[in-house]
Structures are given as structure tokens and as C-alpha cells.
């Protein structure tokens, strides 16, 4: 709980109005021991990703375009990404006026309502079956930045030690999850966007926004 709670109240980074959501996947045995699996068997869940299917958790969390983390959720592997209630969570704390930068897995006219309601904006890639629609230059130069919070993930689980399935029990696993986190709010070089050539992309965005 200790950890828990200095994540929330200590470590969360500053309200800067751009933010990249984006969850990923915690397998906590592999698929063929599924049903000899008992350490989180309460907890988990099949879910499936772009790389396939697996048995575990998931992890979300919300980042600010300087890396730092804005908000952060588990979940069983068979919650979507745009679950309302979930990233509700993740977002609570932010302030009105921001912008929510997502992949295609959070469209959802439900939750586009739900955050707009809280001031905040939901801008997502779009699948291919569905229109274009139409975005300002900004919008279009920050959605394209959302790599940040892929990399942020890949330097959790690769160089952290955010998960691995040698975990005895939930309390454990928890912890060693809880500790990573922790542990990536006193690093001093972060994942962030190159913040001069973004403030000159998006000046000039700014005079052309209907381009």
C-alpha cells in the first residue's frame, strides 16, 4: 500500500494538457500451462493483443509528453482498452482541457462522452473500416508522437523488470510491479517529446489550423 500510494500522491508527473494512453500485457504463465496455473488464477484472464492471445493481466497507464506517468491501472487480460470505467480511473486526476492521445483500440463513442464530460478531449487513430475525420495540424503532429508511450512500456518491461512469471504469490507480484513504477519516477532521462521542435510544429499549426 505504501508503494501504492507514494505512486499516487508523490510520484505523478506535472499537468501538462498532452497525454498518450496505452496498456500492455502481463502474461503470467504460458499458454499451454493455463489450466495447471494457480498463482493469480482469482485474477486472470485470456485476453488478446496484436501479437495474439495470452493468459495474465494487463497493465494501463497514462503519460504526459515528458514520460512521466499521469496515472496507472491493472486489470484481468480480457479487459479492452477503452473500458469506460477503467480509463476513467486512469484519467481522474487530470485537469480540464486536456487531450487524450490514443491508438484505434480506445475508440468508443461511450467513452469519448464520458472523458469529454470531465473536460477532457479523446483523440484516437481511426480503423480502417471507418471515415476520416477531420483533425487540426496539432492534433495530427501529437498523434503521431504516441510511439513515447510505447517506449515508456518497453522500458518498464526490458529494463525494469515489470514482469516476469516466476511470482509466488499476488501479494508478490504486485510488489515487484508496484516497485517498478515506483522506481521509474527517480529516473532523470525519461522518454519525452523533443520539446523545441515540438513548440516550432506546433506554432505552425497554430496558424494554419484548418490544414
Same mark, same amino acid.
Given at each position: 500500500?505504501?508503494?501504492?500510494?507514494?505512486?499516487?500522491?508523490?510520484?505523478?508527473?506535472?499537468?501538462?494538457?498532452?497525454?498518450?494512453?496505452?496498456? $500492455? =500485457?502481463?502474461?503470467?504463465?504460458?499458454?499451454?500451462? @493455463?489450466?495447471?496455473? %494457480?498463482?493469480?488464477?482469482?485474477?486472470?484472464? &485470456?485476453?488478446?493483443?496484436?501479437?495474439?492471445?495470452?493468459?495474465?493481466?494487463?497493465?494501463?497507464?497514462?503519460?504526459?509528453?515528458?514520460?512521466?506517468?499521469?496515472?496507472?491501472?491493472?486489470?484481468?487480460?480480457?479487459?479492452?482498452?477503452?473500458?469506460?470505467?477503467?480509463?476513467?480511473?486512469?484519467?481522474?486526476?487530470?485537469?480540464?482541457?486536456?487531450?487524450?492521445?490514443?491508438?484505434?483500440?480506445?475508440?468508443?463513442?461511450?467513452?469519448?462522452?464520458?472523458?469529454?464530460?470531465?473536460?477532457?478531449?479523446?483523440? $484516437? =487513430?481511426?480503423?480502417?473500416?471507418?471515415?476520416?475525420? @477531420?483533425?487540426?495540424? %496539432?492534433?495530427?503532429?501529437?498523434?503521431?508522437? &504516441?510511439?513515447?508511450?510505447?517506449?515508456?512500456?518497453?522500458?518498464?518491461?526490458?529494463?525494469?523488470?515489470?514482469?516476469?512469471?516466476?511470482?509466488?504469490?499476488?501479494?508478490?507480484?504486485?510488489?515487484?510491479?508496484?516497485?517498478?513504477?515506483?522506481?521509474?519516477?527517480?529516473?532523470?532521462?525519461?522518454?519525452?517529446?523533443?520539446?523545441?521542435?515540438?513548440?516550432?510544429?506546433?506554432?505552425?499549426?497554430?496558424?494554419?489550423?484548418?490544414?
Amino acid at each position: 500500500m505504501a508503494l501504492y500510494f507514494f505512486i499516487h500522491y508523490h510520484g505523478l508527473g506535472k499537468q501538462t494538457g498532452t497525454y498518450y494512453v496505452d496498456s $500492455t =500485457k502481463l502474461e503470467v504463465c504460458d499458454n499451454h500451462r @493455463i489450466h495447471s496455473h %494457480k498463482v493469480f488464477k482469482e485474477i486472470a484472464a &485470456r485476453g488478446k493483443t496484436s501479437t495474439g492471445w495470452f493468459y495474465g493481466l494487463k497493465l494501463h497507464l497514462v503519460i504526459n509528453e515528458q514520460g512521466e506517468l499521469m496515472g496507472i491501472c491493472f486489470s484481468p487480460g480480457n479487459v479492452s482498452d477503452n473500458n469506460e470505467s477503467i480509463v476513467g480511473q486512469l484519467c481522474r486526476n487530470l485537469e480540464e482541457g486536456g487531450k487524450i492521445f490514443g491508438d484505434a483500440g480506445y475508440v468508443s463513442q461511450k467513452l469519448f462522452e464520458l472523458l469529454w464530460e470531465q473536460g477532457l478531449q479523446l483523440i $484516437t =487513430k481511426i480503423r480502417k473500416n471507418m471515415k476520416n475525420k @477531420i483533425l487540426g495540424m %496539432k492534433e495530427k503532429l501529437l498523434l503521431k508522437k &504516441r510511439f513515447i508511450v510505447e517506449t515508456v512500456i518497453d522500458l518498464l518491461k526490458n529494463h525494469n523488470d515489470l514482469w516476469h512469471t516466476r511470482h509466488r504469490s499476488i501479494d508478490n507480484g504486485f510488489n515487484n510491479m508496484l516497485a517498478c513504477l515506483a522506481a521509474y519516477n527517480f529516473r532523470e532521462l525519461k522518454p519525452s517529446i523533443n520539446t523545441p521542435k515540438r513548440d516550432f510544429y506546433l506554432a505552425l499549426a497554430a496558424q494554419n489550423p484548418s490544414n
